[in-house]
């Protein structure tokens, strides 16, 4: 799993040495941001659901057809299986925030997702709206503190580019 | 190879939960103490050759036996194989300290390393008394318990801010004592 200390590690196994001074400047660098990423990690998992079902609801405000027959939400057992998703990608994030790196995302989520949204015939465009509508509808210092903000947002811009 | 914070992630995805509340309790006092941690690492870094010269030093004074002809750190050749392992040990047991998770020591460490040693002919009590002295002496430079009396002319005191370290010098111990407990 991609993270600050991994990296470092990683890279000091292959040469064979002892962790460096530089290694510990590193480690030490992402520990002083790790505050603010821990504080976002709590509350988006203390406010998951409510995230979840407000970003589904946007996504099927902004795409009423999705409900029509024959689309990817024409039934509700496809609609709960949208939401469900989206309670994913927002999952993986808290735990990019925990990491303090995109390895949970890259790993669990965008790996093969555009093979598989292909084979699926569903639409990105419906998860990067509701992806989108999470990210404006944020706000602090209402949901967590603007450092904290900058790294959740940091994060779903990141989802929504590998979507995109 | 995971660290404390993606540790905690895989163990959430098996449950598919979001980490929050109460398993981020452990998390914080790792980056609360990230400083001392930071200090643990360089007090086994900076004195590893020390440490490590020390330790398979005190094993063949302990068992003679190994450097006379016969033993298995006879002729230099083999006690210098002796002394890249138990750098090689101490290496990742500093590499898992760092990470505060124990599964880089296991994956690229320890994992065949017994039936390794078995199959080369290496005494494994003899590596595991090494692995303890270095134990014993990292743990004391981590924890700033050694003692001139015990140092002799080695001896050295870490600079670091003082403050309650056990919890660290604990950790520093389990990893000491997982690899005595993987090769013997």
């Known amino acids: 799993m ?16 002892f962790p460096s001074q530089n290694d510990l400047e590193a480690v030490q660098g992402n520990i002083q941001r790790a505050a603010a990423r821990l504080e976002a990690a709590e509350k988006l998992a203390a406010g998951l659901d409510n995230v979840t079902r407000e970003a ?11 409900r029509q027959p024959g689309e990817a939400g024409d039934s509700q057992v496809k609609v709960d299986k949208c939401y469900r998703d989206l309670g994913h990608y927002l999952r993986l994030i808290n735990y990019c925030l925990i990491v303090g790196g995109t390895g949970p995302l890259d790993e669990w989520g965008i790996a093969g997702a555009r093979e598989v949204y292909r084979t699926l015939g569903l639409p990105t465009n419906a998860y990067i709206e509701a992806l989108t509508y999470t990210r404006d509808r944020a706000c602090a210092p209402r949901d967590m503190s603007p450092q904290a903000l900058n790294e959740f947002k940091s994060y779903l811009d990141y ?5 995109s | 190879m995971l660290d404390a ?8 995805d098996a449950k598919t939960a979001p980490v929050g509340g109460s398993d981020l309790a452990s998390l914080r006092s790792y980056v609360q103490d990230g400083n001392k941690r930071l200090d643990a690492v360089n007090a086994i870094t900076s004195n590893a050759y ?9 094993m063949i004074c302990e068992n003679t036996g190994l450097i006379q002809a016969g033993g298995n750190c006879y002729p230099t050749r083999r006690m210098a194989a002796c002394l890249r392992d138990g750098e090689i040990v101490l290496r990742y047991i500093s590499y898992a300290l760092l990470a ?32 303890a002295i270095m134990k014993s002496a990292a743990t004391a430079l981590i924890g700033q318990t050694n ?24 950790e520093a111990g389990s990893y000491f004592d997982r690899v005595i407990g993987a090769i013997s």
Do not use: H, W
């Open chain 2, 147 to 170: 003692s001139p009396a015990s140092g002799g002319a080695k001896y050295r005191k870490m600079e670091t801010t003082q403050g309650d370290c056990s919890a660290l010098v604990a």
């Open chain 1, 2 to 17: 991609k993270s600050v200390v991994t990296t470092v590690v990683t890279a000091a196994d292959a040469a064979g040495r």
């Open chain 2, 50 to 58: 020390c440490i490590v010269s020390d330790a398979v030093t005190g």
């Open chain 2, 5 to 12: 914070f993606s540790r905690t992630v895989v163990s959430a």
């Open chain 1, 56 to 66: 589904g609801d946007a996504c099927f405000n902004k795409y009423a057809y999705l």
């Open chain 2, 100 to 131: 505060g998770d124990a599964s880089v020591l296991d994956d690229r460490c320890l994992n065949g390393l017994k039936e390794t040693y078995i199959a080369l002919g290496v005494p494994t009590q003899s590596a595991a008394r090494a692995v």
């Open chain 1, 159 to 163: 989802a929504i580019n590998a979507l």
